[in-house]
């Protein structure tokens, strides 16, 4: 049972333009929601978070969306560049103590075009 | 910066031998992960470590063990090596408190069985 979707394997828009990746979960008790980045021969590297008492946070080009009541989020990119293509990797958790566990959505690969 | 270091980043092993991979994290972080990356199917933990010597399973942990002796280091062992286990090895890191866990990750293990 896939509790974190991603439904786009991958996405390519024009440098300059948005990119917008969406996630769904299905698990209610979901409380924390992180984005990963990575780029190939490397780890994934932390982007940016929301908590479920928010519906958006936003870090420079970056920003999160997240609707509960449709257990849906997305990340905004604006404008584009061509070092943003990488695959981007949803994540979701409950922030509880003793929560150690992510778990993430299979990844949309995003290629920026110049 | 929290570093996580992955000692092998290229390994070629052939269909039966023990696989050891390493990995060493210097923030003292208390939580240690394993996960594998395959194409199309994202981030899946194999198994994480909350403390020395103790370890749970994650949600693929058959035909690997892991062993962490030291607070700093966490250890995946494949005692048989199998082709489908060829697959990028990510190790991760988190600190223990109270809220959601962000993972620092290394840069991978990209192991192939042949």
């Known amino acids: 049972d896939q509790q974190v979707k991603q439904n786009s394997p991958s996405l390519s828009v024009q440098e300059g333009r948005i990119s917008i990746l969406n996630c769904d979960y299905t698990?209610?008790?979901?409380?924390?929601f992180l984005w990963y980045k990575k780029y190939p021969a490397e780890g994934p590297t932390f982007l940016i978070s929301?908590?479920?008492?928010?519906d958006k946070n936003e870090d420079g080009r970056f920003t999160v969306f997240l609707n509960k009541s449709a257990k849906h989020l997305s990340l905004h990119i604006v404008p584009s560049q061509p070092g943003d293509s990488a695959v981007y990797f949803c994540?979701?958790?409950?922030?509880?103590?003793?929560?150690?566990?992510?778990?993430f959505g299979k990844g949309t690969k995003l290629s920026v075009i110049p | 910066d929290v570093k996580v270091t992955q000692s092998s980043r290229y390994l070629v092993k052939r269909t039966g031998e023990k696989v050891f991979l390493e990995c060493v994290q210097d923030?003292?972080?208390?939580?240690m992960f394993w996960y594998r990356q395959d194409p199309g199917l994202g981030l899946r933990l194999i198994y994480f470590?909350?403390?020395?010597?103790?370890?749970e399973k994650g949600d693929i942990p058959e035909g690997y063990s892991v062993s962490r002796e030291k607070k700093e280091r966490f250890s995946l062992i494949l005692e048989s090596a199998s082709t489908n286990q060829t697959s990028m090895y990510l190790c991760?890191?988190?600190?223990?408190?109270?809220?959601?866990?962000?993972?620092?990750f290394g840069a991978g293990s990209r192991l192939t069985v042949l």
């Open positions: 991760a890191s988190t600190p223990w408190y109270s809220g959601a866990n962000v993972l620092t």
């Open positions: 923030m003292d972080h208390e939580n």
């Open positions: 994540a979701a958790c409950l922030s509880g103590a003793g929560s150690y566990q992510l778990t």
């Open positions: 929301i908590s479920s008492i928010k």
């Open positions: 698990n209610s008790m979901f409380d924390y």
């Open positions: 470590s909350y403390d020395v010597k103790m370890k």
